[in-house]
């Protein structure tokens, strides 16, 4: 089981795509968050059977969905839109318990030029119906599949300053408070 603290974040990657860029981002996030001193846990919705209210969906509400203050959610463009498997763990989920006034932060990804701009109004406004409260600073990472070397690590400079710069403003805004030792970075 995941060991989340009171003021615990969740990222959700937000396709069942095996192998995905959005899996590659939601972990380069992770990764970013870890190096700002801040514990979360990832959920990806590759294995994931979200068609039913089954045992396994509980736990996954469990240890990820219900312990997590703040949400994370890097959703790619699917139709202009967010992919359906990411409204189906909303409508499958106790909303009251998972989302009921929590925070998140929003990052849309797509091979195109938009960055799931649509989408992430789309999404912007689910949330907003289950009372959570969006950070305005939703990032559209545009032509994702350019940004990645063969480690799946982000190589564009001007990306990774934004995804910092958005991290920063939403440690800021959600008032939380690392956990971790932060790595020291040596010149």
């Not at 937000?14 to 972990?27: C, E, F, M, P, Q």
Request: proline content about 4%.
């Amino acid at each position: 089981m995941n060991q989340l603290n009171e003021t615990s974040v969740t990222i959700i990657s937000g396709t069942n795509r095996k192998n995905s860029n959005t899996l590659k981002i939601a972990v380069n996030y992770q990764q970013i968050l870890r190096e700002k001193g801040f514990h979360s846990a990832l959920l990806s919705l590759a294995d994931v059977n979200i068609l039913e209210k089954s045992a396994d969906f509980e736990e996954i509400e469990n240890e990820f969905l219900i312990p997590a203050t703040h949400f994370i959610i890097v959703a790619p463009e699917y139709n202009g839109s967010f992919p359906g498997v990411l409204k189906l763990l909303i409508d499958n989920s106790r909303v009251k318990l998972v989302w009921n006034n929590k925070k998140a932060l929003l990052t849309g990804v797509a091979t195109g030029r938009s960055g799931n701009l649509r989408g992430l109004d789309h999404l912007t406004s689910v949330m907003n119906h289950m009372k959570v409260t969006v950070y305005h600073n939703k990032l559209p990472i545009s032509v994702v599949d350019t940004l990645l070397d063969e480690k799946d690590q982000i190589i564009n400079a001007i990306t990774i300053k934004a995804i910092n710069q958005q991290l920063d403003e939403f440690i800021a805004w959600a008032d939380l408070k690392p956990e971790l030792p932060i790595p020291n970075h040596k010149s």
